[in-house]
Each structure stands twice: as C-alpha cells, then as structure tokens.
C-alpha cells in the first residue's frame, strides 16, 4: 500500500490518540528503511544523526540541507515521518512561518519547532517569542493544508533541561504556553525522573508528550504507565551505528578483523532495500 501525504498525517494523528509508541530516529533512507522492515509504524529523523553523515556537527547544516533530508525520507517510507527542523532556520515569526510551510511541503507527518537560540549555543528564546513562533509555525501549517484533517501536527520543543538539568517547573511552564500557542505535541528532551515526566504529562494534558529516551534501562511499559503517548531515542541509534563501525576500525587497525563477524547480512539488506511497489 502506497499512502497520500494526508494519509500518513491523519494515520500518525490517529497514534497520538491513545496508547504509547515508539518512534525510532533514523539518519538516511536506508535506516528509516530498514526500521520500518522491523515494524515500525512511524519515524522520525534526527538533526545530530543527519549532520554525522555530512561529516557534521549537529547544527551545522542549512535550511535546505534538511528540506532535502526531509523529503528524501518522506518519500523513500510508506510511514508517517515526523522532522527535527531544529529552530525553525530563523529568528523572528515570519521566518519560521515560511520555513514551516517548506517543511510541511516536503510531506512529512510532523515537525518540532525547537525554542533554542542557535546565536546563542546556550541560551533560550524568551517565552513571549516562543510562544509567538509557534503561532506563527500553526498557521503557516494550516494554511498549507490542501484538505481537511490533513495538516502535519506541530511538536512544540523546549530544550531548557538540556542546558540546565534542574529547571524542570521552567520546562513545564514553557511546555504550557507552547500548547497554548497551537503546538500538537510537546517535547522537552532531557527529562529523566519519572516523578518530573507524570508532572510535564498531567500539565500539558490532554495533548501527548513526546520522551526522549536518556535512561536505557526504562521500558516502553514503564512510559506508558507514566502516560506518555511517544518515546524516540534522537541521535542514539546513529550513535549505536557509529560506535559499532569504530570498534570494528580499531579493531582492524590492530590487526583483527573479528569486528566484522557481528555485521548484518548483506543479503536482508538487499532484500529489504528492493524498491518499494509504486
């Protein structure tokens, strides 16, 4: 089955429902592949696993890098995909407004509007722009949207706690506004304790938050129970990817080539690659 770009949107609107799900971050077509090979019903990209392939850092890439990602990924899935696009590529409201009708136009599901200052590595826009960003973002969304119910949902972002750990009520205030302004999801990666994720649940209530994964040893049940609605993993599994390859390199470079024993067969990834019927 080939999907609509609406189809996708309305299935991954569909998903945020009820229930919990995982939502895995592939950096190319072959990974966003082979992911939806395993099962997975939706994707979403990552800004640090893209930038890494480019031979990167995160936040190194330009706007129309990532259009082209986006789309490259969009269109090589049957699945809903949902997009890192950063900040936004811009300051002031008008910015992101137009670069959120571009996002929206690659034909992906969904996309996140972080909150983050890229002048300033550290810092945060002040809540009153945020909040006016990502207005402007929803209704530049909607505006682009060909028919009813089939507009991309917008991921409202904060990335305080990744610049201070300990500014989780900051986070949550700022999650709240974010809804407020039109936002579908809100996100605030870097939250871990599980008392702080029911708290940033209940608050932005009824509209789902999205975790990101920092504690390996927490189950999909565990979040679930805790009322999350989505769990991805960001830049990590590029991370797997990459240190499995410099493990296997070093190895060699010592002389042994056991590294390679543990790479996947050349034949299911032939396999899974075969072009998708159309």
């Known amino acids: 089955m080939t999907r609509t770009v609406a189809e996708k949107r309305r299935v991954f609107r569909s998903m945020h429902e009820s229930g919990c799900f995982v939502l895995p971050n592939p950096w190319d077509a072959g990974s966003a592949r082979l992911l939806?090979?395993?099962?997975?019903?939706?994707?979403?990209?990552?800004?640090?696993?893209?930038?890494?392939?480019?031979g990167r850092a995160d936040y190194s890439v330009t706007r129309d890098d990532v259009l082209h990602h986006l789309r490259t990924l969009a269109e090589a899935v049957d699945v809903p995909v949902n997009a890192d696009?950063?900040?936004?590529?811009?300051?002031?409201?008008?910015?992101?407004?137009?670069?959120?009708?571009?996002?929206?136009?690659?034909?992906?599901?969904s996309f996140s509007i972080e909150d983050r200052d890229i002048r300033k590595p550290?810092?945060?826009?002040?809540?009153?722009?945020?909040?006016?960003?990502?207005?402007?973002?929803?209704?530049?969304?909607?505006?682009?949207?060909?028919?009813?119910?089939?507009?991309a949902l917008l991921v409202g972002r904060t990335e305080g706690l990744l610049i201070d750990p300990r500014a989780?009520?900051?986070?949550?205030?700022?999650?709240?506004?974010?809804?407020?302004?039109?936002a579908d999801c809100l996100?605030?990666?870097?939250?871990?304790?599980?008392?702080?994720i029911a708290a940033m649940v209940r608050a932005v209530a009824p509209k789902p938050l999205n975790v990101l994964v920092l504690k390996?040893?927490?189950?999909?049940?565990?979040?679930?129970?805790?009322?999350?609605?989505?769990?991805?993993?960001?830049?990590?599994?590029?991370?797997?990817?990459?240190?499995?390859m410099?493990?296997?390199?070093?190895?060699?470079?010592?002389?042994s080539f056991g590294g390679l024993a543990s790479a996947a067969p050349g034949k299911l990834l032939n396999e899974t690659f075969r072009p998708l019927p159309r």
């Open 122 to 151: 550290s810092g945060l826009y002040d809540t009153p722009l945020a909040v006016e960003r990502v207005r402007a973002a929803r209704a530049a969304i909607d505006e682009a949207c060909d028919e009813a119910g089939s507009a």
């Open 36 to 54: 939806v090979h395993l099962g997975f019903e939706a994707l979403a990209t990552t800004s640090s696993g893209y930038a890494w392939t480019t």
């Open 216 to 244: 390996p040893e927490m189950t999909l049940g565990e979040f679930r129970d805790l009322g999350v609605r989505r769990v991805s993993v960001g830049g990590a599994l590029a991370r797997v990817a990459w240190g499995a």
């Open 246 to 255: 410099l493990a296997a390199a070093q190895a060699m470079k010592g002389g």
């Open 168 to 182: 989780v009520t900051a986070a949550i205030d700022r999650l709240v506004a974010l809804a407020g302004a039109g």
């Open 85 to 109: 696009f950063e900040s936004g590529f811009a300051t002031e409201p008008e910015g992101v407004a137009r670069h959120a009708a571009m996002a929206a136009a690659t034909g992906v599901a």
């Open 187 to 196: 996100y605030a990666p870097g939250v871990t304790s599980k008392d702080d």
